[in-house]
């Protein structure tokens, strides 16, 4: 069957980041007020627990423009969460292996079009199914693949898991796969791809992460290592039961108890779903990314142009279309490059506004729509700008 061409529109205001328009103080302000009113407010009654960060982008690093951290980081020691807190990732850790792999397209050491079967042997995925997708269709999610970390064999014990190679054994013994083609989101993408890299650059994933992304973009509090547990790593709560303590929820304590969501995470980083940041730290790499300091401007174009459209348009506009690691969209009248990340404990938004020259993060340690309401609240606010 033939495939569709790639959806590629390329956005011509790429090619000049630093002209950002900076957001009236007229708008700014009430924003930020209203969003310290609506963190105070959410946080007293136990739906809020994080921190928000919104950033101006001005090719050193950014600058940060509001910064608020509210809740618990940790309910055994009664630690609080500090705008410096590192946060389980979810799915933003996509953003981060898609720019891995624009570095080493760069480099010409890896090539979009050609077929995963020429960078892993058959032992690590089947010829039969990697001859037939390419790296173009790892990063859109169009490879017909599924998402073995939502699935029994990885549920059955996470903590198990404490190898890379264990996670890529799930990967080739996944049956559930279809057509080539068709954008179907889900993470087993970017676990071939984290191998991928690892072959290309001749390090762990990882370690070529750490090398390649987060030190070249100065997020010294982001990795991958996750035995031993990172210092200043929130724990995530639920209202799920998998064991352990339980704790009332602040502010409402006749709701559901709240359980450390430790026992579904594996022992090792996971590419596309499973690594740990700080909002400062996201900044960080919106700003490398957006002043063209990370990779090549062609590649900038790639990652932050639609490439595929994914149905979720009418509904949801800011992901009408997904580039590579990042969905793209529209905010009102911005141009909006984003991405999430959710879980049991775990609430990530991430949005960049090429245009505004301005980053939002929101990392919660709570369940979803802990900090996809106040993403939603910024959005608002920031649709108004003209």
Not at 204 to 215: C, L, P
Not at 244 to 270: C, E, K, M, W
């Amino acid at each position: 069957m033939a495939r569709p061409a790639p959806l590629v529109l390329v956005f011509s205001a790429l090619a000049a980041p630093l002209a950002a328009r900076q957001i009236p103080d007229s708008l700014l302000q009430p924003a930020m007020h209203g969003m310290d009113s609506l963190l105070q407010e959410r946080a007293a009654r136990g739906a809020f627990s994080g921190v928000v960060l919104v950033g101006m982008l001005n090719g050193r690093g950014g600058r940060v423009l509001f910064a608020r951290a509210n809740g618990i980081a940790d309910r055994g020691t009664g630690a609080a969460n500090a705008v410096g807190t590192r946060f389980v990732t979810g799915s933003v850790a996509k953003t981060f292996v898609a720019v891995g792999a624009l570095k080493l397209v760069d480099a010409g050491t890896l090539a979009l079009d050609t077929a995963v079967s020429r960078y892993l042997p058959d032992s690590v995925y089947s010829h039969a199914r990697g001859d037939s997708i390419t790296v173009r269709e790892l990063l859109t999610h169009t490879a017909g693949l599924g998402d073995v970390v939502t699935g029994p064999a990885f549920r059955a014990s996470p903590g198990a898991i404490t190898r890379f190679e264990q996670l890529l054994g799930l990967v080739r013994a996944d049956s559930s796969v279809g057509p080539v083609g068709s954008f179907v989101y889900g993470g087993d993408d970017y676990l071939l791809l984290g191998a991928i890299l690892a072959r290309a650059s001749g390090q762990t994933f990882a370690d070529y992460m750490r090398h390649a992304v987060f030190e070249a973009a100065g997020m010294a509090n982001t990795g991958y290592i996750l035995v031993p547990r990172p210092g200043d790593l929130a724990r995530g709560y639920t209202t799920r039961n998998l064991g352990g303590p339980a704790y009332a929820r602040p502010g409402d304590p006749n709701g559901a108890p709240l359980h450390a969501n430790d026992p579904i995470l594996p022992g090792v980083g996971v590419p596309g779903a499973v690594a740990y940041t700080t909002a400062t730290d996201l900044m960080h790499f919106a700003d490398a990314l957006w002043s063209h300091r990370l990779v090549s401007d062609g590649a900038l174009a790639a990652l932050w142009s639609p490439q595929v459209l994914t149905g979720q348009g009418d509904r949801n506009p800011a992901n009408r279309a997904y580039g590579f690691g990042f969905f793209v969209g529209t905010d009102g009248s911005q141009r909006l490059v984003n991405h999430g990340g959710t879980g049991p404990g775990v609430d990530v938004a991430f949005d960049i506004y090429p245009d505004l020259g301005c980053v939002v993060v929101v990392l919660a340690n709570l369940d979803p729509p802990a900090a996809q309401d106040v993403r939603a609240f910024v959005r608002r606010a920031f649709a108004e700008v003209r």
